[in-house]
């Protein structure tokens, strides 16, 4: 069966870089979230996307913007990066609001 | 994490034990999952309880969901070492919010 996919798997950038992660939902699924995971934390909830409209958003800095495209992919757009952004980033998809399928994650490292 | 908490942080045990993780959380919800992951990968999902059930099986986990106390367990039995993995429990909070808050998560060691 298909799954989350998210790209790319690794990003290393230099402090006030910026960075865009992708994610491609399973196919017929209607909702795309985004996590961030920094180090032995748990997953934090940072934005959601209902049918391509902003949804919910969560503890997302001012710096990061996302959108969900016509082919229901999203991209997590991170500016200025800092130090502590350095994390797991998951996107996940459902088709309702119960079971959320999350890809492999982007890790993100900021020197 | 804002929501739930995870008892105990870790776990240790030997491989054909059973191993039981708890979780607690603070606002109404209409369902509770259960989540693995292996180091640093990505979560999979194991079980999702709803918040009108009491208990749900899947294979050898188990599941107990209590809404008055605003708790839940997850048992996993005859624990084998491909077990060893962090285990988070997330809820969907009741209302139209659609994101899960995730617990702090339990480091299970499954000792061959």
């Known amino acids: 069966a298909a799954g989350v996919i998210q790209s790319p798997r690794h990003l290393i950038k230099e402090k006030r870089e910026t960075a865009t992660l992708k994610c491609y939902p399973i196919p017929r699924h209607d909702t795309v979230y985004w996590y961030q995971q920094g180090p032995g934390q748990d997953p934090q909830f940072l934005i959601s996307f209902y049918e391509k409209m902003q949804s919910d958003k969560g503890s997302i800095p001012d710096r990061f913007s996302a959108q969900q495209f016509s082919d229901y992919h999203s991209e997590l757009n991170m500016s200025s990066l800092e130090l502590g952004d350095s994390a797991l980033y998951f996107c996940a998809s459902s088709l309702s609001p119960d079971t959320q399928y999350f890809g492999p994650g982007t890790r993100l490292t900021v020197l | 994490s804002q929501q739930g908490e995870e008892d105990p942080q870790a776990l240790s045990i030997q491989e054909g034990e059973n191993a039981t993780m708890n979780c607690s959380y603070k606002?109404?919800?209409?369902?509770l999952q259960w989540y693995r992951q292996n180091s640093g990968r990505g979560l999979v999902h194991l079980i999702l309880i709803r918040s009108n059930e009491r208990e749900k099986h899947s294979g050898r986990l188990r599941v107990t969901l209590d809404t008055s106390k605003k708790s839940s367990s997850l048992l996993i039995t005859a624990s084998r070492a491909a077990d060893t993995a962090s285990y988070f429990c997330a809820t969907h909070s009741s209302g139209s919010a659609r994101q899960l808050t995730f617990g702090s998560g339990t480091q299970l060691t499954v000792l061959p």
């Open positions: 606002t109404s919800i209409n369902n």
